[in-house]
């Protein structure tokens, strides 16, 4: 609606304790979170309950398009009652005549129940430009 759009999810990949769901030929940055904490699913699977918040608009700020989106995730094991953490993903990307742009931050806050092998408190950022023919 007018731009708008609102999505809510709830992803369960299971693991058994001692093997996780594998998706050796995909790729889960898009769908479980930024920071590519679980790039592998843990031994005791993974339970993400996200929900976003996104915009686009047209002849905005003088770009052609803008669009805008946040996400945030709550990460917990599947099989035990083990928190993860969470995580909140941002993006903006425009684009104006024949350049592209996007702008990309996540932030993952490590529960203090988190395995080590899943590890500590993450923060990425990317910047993106494109020359579009």
């Not at 759009?5 to 998706?23: C, L, P, Q, R, Y």
């Not at 909140?88 to 684009?95: H, L, N, P, R, Y």
Request: proline share 2%; glycine share 12%; with cysteine.
């Amino acid at each position: 609606m007018a731009g708008f759009k609102v999505s809510m999810g709830d992803e369960i990949m299971h693991g058994n304790g001692t093997v996780g769901f594998a998706t050796p030929l995909a790729t889960l940055h898009v769908f479980d979170g930024w920071a590519e904490k679980f790039l592998t699913t843990p031994t005791d699977g993974i339970k993400d309950l996200y929900g976003s918040l996104g915009w686009n608009g047209k002849k905005l700020l003088g770009l052609d398009s803008l669009t805008a989106s946040v996400v945030c995730h709550q990460f917990d094991a599947e099989r035990v009652s083990t928190n993860y953490g969470s995580e909140w993903d941002m993006v903006a990307s425009g684009k104006w005549h024949h350049f592209a742009g996007l702008l990309k931050y996540a932030d993952y806050s490590a529960a203090s129940t988190t395995p080590i092998a899943i590890g500590r408190n993450t923060r990425k950022f990317w910047a993106q430009l494109e020359y579009l023919w």
